[in-house]
């Protein structure tokens, strides 16, 4: 496209219209103060300078000087009709105020146009042209500059334009960051993601798991310094901590509240390094403790702790503090963004299934009862006669009873998930209870859970292997009786579903394809699933984490029968 047509300017109709009517308006000013035709030559002079500026806004060069020639004539104007109207009767040069309001047009195009330097300049111009003119032009013998009235006036209308151009900047810089704080959820969202896809591609090992780094910092300080034990532990909401990684012979139960008189606690709240000479745990056999507490501090936030014990005294004297401190800091940020990533992926799942949900009960499901419905349209109109096809039809019904029944099961599945406050073992329990009303069974619980938790994630996984447990002890075992035994104690966890079904003929994970997904989960979270005959009848399916402080083995068909 040529230049001159892509570049052919146009003025604003609101631009011209308003620099019209102020004319107008000075002109009427001017006469009246005045008295004098002749002095409206200073209006035309006012409209031919301000023309450059009018047919060429967007012009940095042609606009800017257009107004400052109208703010010059402005000056010029005021300053002369001024004289003319004191000549004419008017006392002390109160006649400038008839052409000032126009000082209003060149300003509030600056403020439009966001040039406020611009704007500032006009003013400095304008008050110097009229200090100017003023000193120039005199009035029965004397200067201008003299007279009360002129100066009064002059100083009012600058500093009015004055106040109108710094409202307007203020105004704009408030819109403006009002502009930059307002939320763009899906392009800040997909922004972030993205980095966050790429990032994670470049970590070593391409992992974000918070127990891989956690386990992976343990060994990396017990290089610098002795660790009999150690842990990683980081918040849970309520005052809570959980363990994301421990090392040592024999399981530890860490003190795992903030609220505690404990060395764990203090340096949670003072962001230090702690030491102390009794052991962080809660049930200790005594004897010589070293303990070393190092917050993991990302940024001013307090993201986990990592705690180390040594079963002797004056283990962790300041030089071993500072190399272990040297090793801690920059794990911090790694197990701050693993956790971020732990929350943001348990986010999309829960998410993903909501929307599985949706879509089953809003297709599938709406379908079938469309098709039970045609059904028995169909019983009530067949002939008497027709007792096979009444019967065919009746078998059908029932299949599609059957597979509403499934449905609803696993929208109920979907659906599930740990809470907050319930816990792990109560979820367990309501989806074992929903599944045997669904399917006839006997269902039998013991439940056993510490007020601590485990990590969000470890839960959900436990969970799910739960339910494919008891769903497939429903769907595929032709039981009468089903046993869910839950003990969880962070970090230890033990899960154990048995019926008294027909048993497995193949007991190997990979066998099914239910099987290997609960292999899976178990293997993702660091624990052990078990698949083993129960006697006389059935099956039993386990999953494990961590180690007892109990030394209990993952127990066989003695699970207590109290429902």
């Known amino acids: 496209m040529p230049a001159s047509t892509a570049t052919a300017p146009h003025p604003h109709p609101l631009a011209a219209a308003a ?3 102020m004319l107008a308006l000075v002109a009427v000013l001017t006469l009246f103060a005045t008295r004098d035709v002749t002095q409206l030559w200073w209006i035309a002079l006012l409209a031919v300078a301000g023309l450059p500026s009018l047919l060429a806004p967007q012009h940095r060069l042609v606009g800017s000087l257009g107004r400052v020639a109208e703010v010059v004539v402005l000056g010029l104007a ?73 100066l009064a006036v002059c100083a009012q209308w600058l500093i009015l334009a004055a106040l109108g151009l710094y409202a307007a900047g203020t105004l704009h810089r408030v819109m403006a960051v009002r502009g930059e704080g307002k939320p763009q959820p899906y392009a800040e969202a997909t922004r972030l993601l993205t980095q966050l896809r790429t990032v994670a591609r470049q970590l070593p090992g391409a992992t974000l798991d918070p127990g891989g780094i956690s386990e992976h910092l343990i060994e990396e300080l017990r290089t610098v310094a002795r660790a009999d034990r150690g842990a ?28 505690a ?38 940024g001013v936030r307090t993201v986990g702790l990592v705690v180390l014990e040594a079963d002797v005294a004056q283990a962790y ?45 809003d297709g599938v499901a709406q379908e079938l009862v469309m098709v039970g419905y045609g059904i028995d349209n169909a019983l009530a109109t067949v002939f008497d006669d027709a007792d096979e096809t009444a019967e065919a039809l009746r078998t059908l019904r029932a299949e599609v009873t059957r597979v509403i029944q499934e449905l609803r099961l696993s929208l109920f599945e979907l659906r599930s998930e740990v809470d907050r406050q319930g816990g792990l073992a109560a979820a367990i329990a309501e989806y074992a209870r929903t599944v045997g009303a669904s399917g006839g069974l006997r269902v039998h619980l013991s439940l056993d859970e510490s007020t601590a938790r485990l990590p969000a994630a470890t839960e959900a996984e436990l969970l799910r292997i739960a339910q494919e447990a008891v769903t497939n002890a429903r769907k595929h ?11 969880i104690d962070p970090p230890y966890a033990q899960i154990e579903v048995s019926d008294d079904g027909q048993g497995m003929a193949d007991q190997r994970p990979d066998g099914r394809y239910g099987l290997a997904i609960m292999a899976e989960r178990a293997e993702r979270i660091r624990g052990r699933l078990e698949i083993r005959p129960r006697q006389p009848s059935g099956t039993t399916v386990a999953v494990v984490l961590g180690t007892s402080a109990r030394r209990d083995n993952v127990r066989g068909s003695a699970a207590p029968e109290g429902e």
Do not use: K, M
Request: one cysteine or more; glycine letters at 8%; a neutral charge.
């Open 317 to 361: 004297p300041p030089p071993v503090v500072s190399r272990v401190t040297a090793l801690t800091r920059p794990a911090a940020l790694r197990l701050e963004a693993a956790l971020l990533f732990d929350e943001v992926r348990s986010l999309a799942t829960n998410e993903e299934r909501q929307r599985l949900a949706r879509e089953i009960h």
């Open 232 to 259: 990683v532990l980081s918040a849970s909401g309520g005052g809570r901590l959980v363990v994301l990684a421990q090392a040592g012979v024999d399981r530890v139960d860490w003190e795992t509240t903030l609220d």
């Open 19 to 21: 620099r019209l009517v």
């Open 477 to 487: 075992a032709g039981a009468s009786n089903l046993w869910v035994t839950c003990e």
């Open 78 to 150: 005021a300053s002369h009709v001024a004289a003319v109207a004191s000549i004419g009767g008017t006392v002390d040069g109160l006649g400038a105020s008839a052409v000032l309001p126009y000082l209003a047009v060149p300003v509030t195009v600056t403020a439009l146009r966001r040039r406020f330097p611009e704007g500032a300049a006009l003013l400095v111009a304008t008050a110097a042209t009229l200090l100017l003119s003023g000193a120039l032009t005199r009035v029965d013998g004397e200067p201008q500059l003299g007279q009360l009235g002129y």
């Open 261 to 298: 008189d404990s060395a764990i606690a203090d340096a949670w709240a003072t962001q230090q390094a702690t030491t102390a000479a009794r052991s962080q745990s809660r049930s200790h056999r005594g004897g010589d403790v070293s303990a070393l507490i190092i917050p993991l501090v990302a």
